[in-house]
């Protein structure tokens, strides 16, 4: 469980700001804040998006959504 990046430590490795990858989504900052609070909040299309901006697959995202 130690290898799999929590979306925190995603954004944070590429340098990005919580608005940043919110204005990706499409969603405001608020909203990504509780995403990364609880990432089962994620939508399909949004997984999408992350795996481009983060360059990682869908699945390490969806791992990391489902760690706790």
Known sequence: PE?????KD??????YTQAQVA?????SRPTYSKIEKNPRLLTVGMIFKLEALFNVSAVDIFL????K
Do not use: D, T
């Not at 290898?3 to 979306?7: D, R, S």
């Not at 990391?64 to 760690?67: E, L, R, V």
């Open 3 to 7: 290898a799999i990046m929590m979306l």
């Open 10 to 15: 995603m954004r944070k490795k590429e340098r």
């Open 23 to 27: 204005e990706v989504l499409g969603i």
């Open 64 to 67: 990391a959504s489902n760690y």
